[in-house]
């Protein structure tokens, strides 16, 4: 099967090599990578070029669901059988690559969330708190339980991209494509338990607006059902 690593980038030189260089060497014979450059100022663009991944940069920063968009329109235009998605700050381990594509390929899942163990031993107690409420939410929105609603290390197949309507821009754009696939599609889903390592990368989450977003999408896929 033919898949891709969609990485979105805002700001990211500092990290970016690094990151690529470990998912070419997990993933390099298993399919390509993409990065989408979301307006960065900085040499994330270049950095990408450096290591001969597919680059997408839009003009302007239109945020993280934007990016998914423009990487999801990529791979079904290129005929990629599943997305494995992550984010570009180094804290997913591109170890784990390897392990969501066998749990694809043997267990017929479109949609697979990468795990992280919430408990304040193991994430910021402020990221613990945040992630901790919304997994909560999410499982009640959509009538299934969710350890991790707002992991963006994950998998989707080219069946669920094809299905997603998706309407959002920014980081609840990750909740959106959950609860479209779980309340609208009801297609398989699994987890797969993963570690994240979090240093001083810069957050580009703003916590009030981003809960607000992250609620209007809750209550319209509550509402739309």
Do not use: W
Not at 13 to 18: A, C, D, I, N, W
């Amino acid at each position: 099967m033919k898949g891709l690593v969609l990485i979105p980038a805002y700001q990211a030189e500092k990290h970016l090599g690094s990151v690529l260089k470990n998912v070419l060497i997990a993933f390099s014979k298993s399919g390509d990578v993409l990065v989408v450059d979301d307006g960065s100022s900085d040499g994330t663009a270049r950095i990408a070029q450096k290591y001969g991944v597919f680059i997408i940069s839009h003009r302007k920063n239109c945020g993280k669901g934007a990016a998914l968009k423009s990487g999801f329109r990529f791979a079904i235009e290129k005929g990629y059988d599943y997305v494995i998605c992550l984010d570009a700050d180094g804290q997913h381990d591109p170890l784990y690559i390897p392990s969501f594509r066998r749990m694809f390929e043997s267990g017929g899942f479109d949609l697979i969330l990468g795990t992280r163990k919430l408990s304040p031993g193991h994430m910021p107690y402020d990221r613990y708190l945040s992630n901790r409420l919304s997994s909560v939410v999410a499982s009640i929105a959509a009538g299934k339980r969710i350890h991790d609603s707002q992991s963006g290390y994950r998998l989707l197949s080219k069946n669920l991209i094809g299905k997603l309507r998706l309407r959002t821009q920014q980081y609840e754009t990750e909740t959106e494509i959950l609860l479209q696939a779980v309340r609208n599609f009801n297609v398989k889903t699994g987890e797969l338990p993963i570690t994240v390592s979090y240093g001083r990368e810069e957050s580009h989450i703003n916590r009030l607006k981003d809960t607000i977003r992250f609620l209007r999408v809750v209550l319209k896929s509550i509402g739309s059902n």
